[in-house]
């Protein structure tokens, strides 16, 4: 058992499989999706909260997802030390600034690759939030239960993913 | 239903999200969804572990979710769509996707396992999020229900019933993992 928590990776097939019975579970305790973007919504809602708490609770947005501490802000959470956990046990913990796919194309600059994930992150939140879902709540909690919305949102991430990857990176299957 | 106690208990369920977040976190990492090189991969095809994932994911978690629906345990949880929202902004994703390189799960998960750009990537997120907030109003008016989706279901657009679309669909995947798999990918 122990053995089997320390290796280093397991099997795509076996880590999806878990991650479709947690779903069970999230759907039976929870009655609700598996999604990740809201809880980046509600953190934004909070900071902004923090400035001016009249001002935020007046915006429609933030009275359609309540920025507060819930269910879906602590799954964010948990996901950190979870990964930090695997990460730890099987002895793959340390501190990364630069991918090395990155550092290949563009260099080892780390203000760059920060500067340019700042950029690819608020797109992606901006993105998430206005098709409301991202890759766990559309890509896999909504596909699974057969959304039309999910489908067509899923293959839009890819599409644009695929393409905007073969831009900067280069078409390299081809 | 049975679970209500634990379903509307405030305490208990953010006590569920932790939990569920570790377990999630622990497997992105195992499944080294964690790691940018990975997920570009998948992006530039030359690796395709995030699709094996998804699609086991879903493959599984459709069979259970459809089961515990017909034991009438669980409801499900469909989003309707349309173009201005789901086309849009999935596209917006997608372009976001390619240059911060994680999604806002793995970018958790990643900033667990010690990757500085992930966390970088998440504050990005909470600002994509916030200037989104800011823009709903205008947004909701003009875009985002421009062209709504005539269906919420892939059984209702199809005029099937869910059992034997789900059927289909999980046929669909098993099919995509083998050839995937058979053509060394």
């Known amino acids: ?174 | 239903m049975a679970f209500d106690m634990i379903r509307s208990s405030g305490r208990a369920q953010k006590a569920l999200g932790l939990l569920s977040g570790l377990v999630f976190g622990f497997l992105l990492q195992k499944g080294g969804l964690t790691e940018f090189d990975v997920i570009l991969g998948q992006l530039l095809l030359t690796d395709f572990t995030v699709v094996k994932v998804m699609l086991s994911a879903i493959l599984v978690g459709m069979a259970g979710v459809f089961f515990m629906r017909w034991m009438g345990l669980v409801r499900l949880q469909i989003k309707p769509g349309s173009m201005g929202s789901t086309v849009l902004g999935g596209i917006i994703f997608g372009v976001g996707f390619a240059i911060l390189g994680y999604c806002p799960g793995t970018a958790a998960a990643a900033f667990g396992a010690g990757a500085v750009d992930a966390l970088v990537g998440m504050v990005g997120i909470v600002i994509g999020a916030g200037i989104f907030a800011r823009l709903y109003p205008a947004l909701d008016r003009l875009i985002l229900n421009w062209g709504a989706f005539s269906a919420d279901t892939l059984p209702e657009l199809i005029g099937l019933k869910p059992g034997i679309v789900a059927a289909v669909m999980a046929a669909l995947i098993i099919g995509l993992l083998y050839l995937l798999d058979a053509l060394g990918r």
């Open chain 1, 1 to 174: 058992m122990i053995e089997w928590l320390m290796a280093a990776s397991w099997s795509p097939y076996l880590v999806g499989a878990g991650i479709g019975v947690l779903i069970w579970t999230v759907f039976l305790l929870s009655d609700r999706p598996l999604g990740c973007s809201t809880a980046y919504a509600k953190t934004a809602g909070m900071i902004e909260s923090a400035v001016s708490r009249q001002k935020t609770e007046s915006m429609p947005y933030y009275r359609k997802i309540s920025p507060t501490i819930d269910w879906q802000w602590m799954l964010v959470v948990g996901t950190m030390i979870g990964a930090a956990l695997s990460a730890y046990l099987s002895g793959g913990w340390s501190i990364s600034v630069v991918p090395p796919l990155f550092k290949e194309s563009f260099g080892a600059d780390e203000m760059l690759r920060l500067t340019v994930a700042l950029t690819g992150g608020i797109l992606m939140g901006l993105g998430a939030r206005w098709a409301d879902g991202c890759t766990s709540g559309h890509g896999i909690s909504g596909t699974l239960q057969l959304s039309l919305a999910s489908w067509i949102a899923v293959i839009c991430f890819f599409a644009a993913g695929i393409i905007a990857a073969g831009l900067i990176y280069g078409f390299s299957f081809l």
